[in-house]
């Protein structure tokens, strides 16, 4: 891996217009970089009962879910968190999805990291 060259943060906050899904896309990470995420977290604060999912949008404009699930009655607000590393490489960006929130739903999504040089490849 490169030297660090700085850090890559995102932090999105939406309340719901309607019951649309509401998809958080992160920035993509310049040209010879890789961003190293340690924290990737989306949710909805208002309601416990909708779908979550954490991801990446590639550089093709495809999603790939790392993580997803739904919420119960019994939760106390509807979150979904990865802390471990998640690699992005140029041109990728973290997703954060609420599916069917409900009108008025207060909806956060996060993910920070370190933005490093990249490295030469050991093939």
């Given at each position: 891996?490169?030297?660090?060259?700085?850090?890559?943060?995102?932090?999105?906050?939406?309340?719901?217009?309607?019951?649309?899904?509401?998809?958080?896309?992160?920035?993509?990470?310049?040209k010879?970089?890789?961003?190293?995420?340690?924290?990737?977290s989306?949710?909805?604060?208002?309601?416990?009962?909708?779908?979550?999912?954490?991801?990446?949008?590639?550089?093709?404009?495809?999603?790939?879910?790392?993580?997803?699930?739904?919420?119960?009655?019994?939760?106390?607000?509807?979150?979904?968190?990865?802390?471990?590393?998640?690699?992005?490489?140029?041109?990728?960006?973290?997703?954060?999805?609420?599916?069917?929130?409900?009108?008025s739903?207060?909806?956060?999504?996060?993910?920070?990291?370190?933005?490093?040089?990249?490295?030469?490849?050991?093939?």
């Open positions: 891996m490169g030297k660090l060259v700085g850090n890559y943060r995102v932090h999105k906050k939406v309340t719901a217009p309607d019951i649309n899904t509401i998809t958080f896309v992160g920035y993509p990470v310049p010879g970089k890789v961003a190293i995420l340690t924290f990737m989306v949710m909805d604060y208002t309601n416990n009962t909708n779908e979550l999912i954490l991801g990446i949008r590639g550089a093709d404009g495809n999603d790939h879910y790392l993580d997803f699930g739904l919420g119960t009655a019994t939760d106390v607000e509807q979150s979904r968190k990865i802390e471990t590393e998640v690699i992005l490489l140029e041109d990728e960006k973290p997703i954060g999805v609420i599916l069917s929130p409900s009108s739903d207060v909806c956060y999504f996060s993910a920070h990291g370190g933005l490093y040089e990249r490295g030469e490849s050991v093939v």
